[in-house]
């Protein structure tokens, strides 16, 4: 089976917010959106519910790579990126819901299949296809990062972005490392 090539998801993606949309209420119908009031700047509106679905697609991920690697580097990074997403993740939460949003409940649909993907891969293949999936996408989480913090308003938001700027950079260059210490594709599968 080869292995699935990676693909960075469009910032247009990214801010596009019917694919990220909360569970629906019981009392809401599947047409209805639930209600916002955004106190944030237009860009933060777009960008935290966006960050909510990379977060939970982070912990996903982080579960499938800590359960199925074979390399002891990357179930430890996977693992990280479980224990420390999922505490952002109910940071973010909250935050959101204080900004008068309501966090989405999934991910997107690129997410999800990248998490198949991780699932249905070779174990030898997933080492470095995480690895690769976690520079990408850290690599743009750094971008958009800065996108929200150049743009924030709101002190409260503001502080938090650039705790996470330092966070998503960390966690980059810690996915580029464990990258750089993976062997090549073109590697023998015995020269390691």
């Known amino acids: 089976m080869p292995t699935p090539r990676l693909r960075p998801l469009p910032a247009l993606l990214l801010l596009t917010l019917g694919a990220c949309q909360p569970a629906a209420r019981p009392e809401q119908s599947a047409t209805t959106a639930p209600p916002t009031t955004c106190t944030l700047d237009a860009f933060g509106c777009f960008f935290m519910p966006m960050a909510g679905c990379a977060g939970i697609f982070e912990v996903e991920a982080g579960q499938v790579a800590a359960e199925r690697a074979t390399r002891p580097a990357v179930r430890a990074y996977a693992a990280q990126?479980?224990?420390?997403?999922?505490?952002i993740n109910a940071e973010y939460r909250a935050?959101?819901?204080r900004k008068g949003m309501v966090p989405p409940d999934t991910t997107l649909l690129a997410?999800?299949?990248k998490i198949d993907s991780l699932r249905q891969l070779p174990a030898p293949q997933l080492d470095a296809y995480y690895a690769r999936m976690m520079v990408?996408?850290?690599?743009q989480a750094v971008?958009?990062?800065?996108?929200?913090?150049?743009?924030?308003r709101d002190a409260e938001y503001r502080q938090w972005l650039g705790r996470m700027q330092t966070v998503v950079a960390r966690h980059a260059a810690?996915?580029?490392a464990l990258l750089q210490g993976l062997p090549h594709p073109h590697h023998a599968a015995g020269s390691r």
Request: net charge neutral; glycine share 4%; no cysteine.
């Open 143 to 152: 971008r958009l990062f800065g996108l929200a913090a150049d743009s924030a």
């Open 174 to 176: 810690h996915a580029e």
């Open 136 to 139: 990408a996408d850290h690599r």
């Open 111 to 113: 997410y999800r299949q």
């Open 81 to 87: 990126m479980v224990t420390e997403h999922s505490a």
């Open 95 to 97: 935050l959101m819901r």
